[in-house]
């Protein structure tokens, strides 16, 4: 069994930043972000593979967000910069039982409670 806990989400200003951290119990595994905006559908955000040297984005975060881990204290983290109102959302982490890229929400087994995340226009 592995337990998520996100930290980070808050209130900002649109142009702003803010990183998430996501900490996690046992093993280490592919970690991804996905977000859930009101009335919308949750959809993938960000993926890091176990090495962390395959990370993956959304084409709406790209070259805005960067997802990063360290194994060694079993977190990984989500730098948001150049944030919009359009980001505004509850971000969740999720751990996924394999050593590959998972862009897609079914591949994870384990997922974290959200933290919100709102940015002001």
């Known amino acids: 069994q592995v337990q998520l806990v996100e930290s980070g989400g808050g209130l900002v200003q649109a142009g702003g930043s803010l990183r998430l951290s996501c900490a996690a119990s046992?093993?280490?595994?592919?970690m991804g972000w996905f977000r859930q905006a009101p009335g919308k559908e949750r959809e993938f955000v960000a993926t890091?593979?176990?090495?962390?040297?395959?990370?993956y984005y959304a084409d709406s975060v790209k070259g805005r967000f960067t997802i990063s881990r360290d194994n060694a204290k079993n977190t990984v983290f989500l730098q948001m910069n150049s944030l919009k109102p359009e980001d505004t959302a509850v971000y969740t982490c999720?751990?996924?039982?394999?050593?590959?890229?998972?862009?897609?929400?079914?591949?994870?087994?384990?997922w974290g409670q959200g933290t919100q995340v709102i940015v002001a226009s």
């Open positions: 999720a751990a996924a039982v394999t050593n590959l890229v998972a862009k897609i929400e079914a591949q994870y087994n384990y």
């Open positions: 046992g093993r280490s595994y592919t």
């Open positions: 890091i593979n176990r090495s962390g040297d395959r990370p």
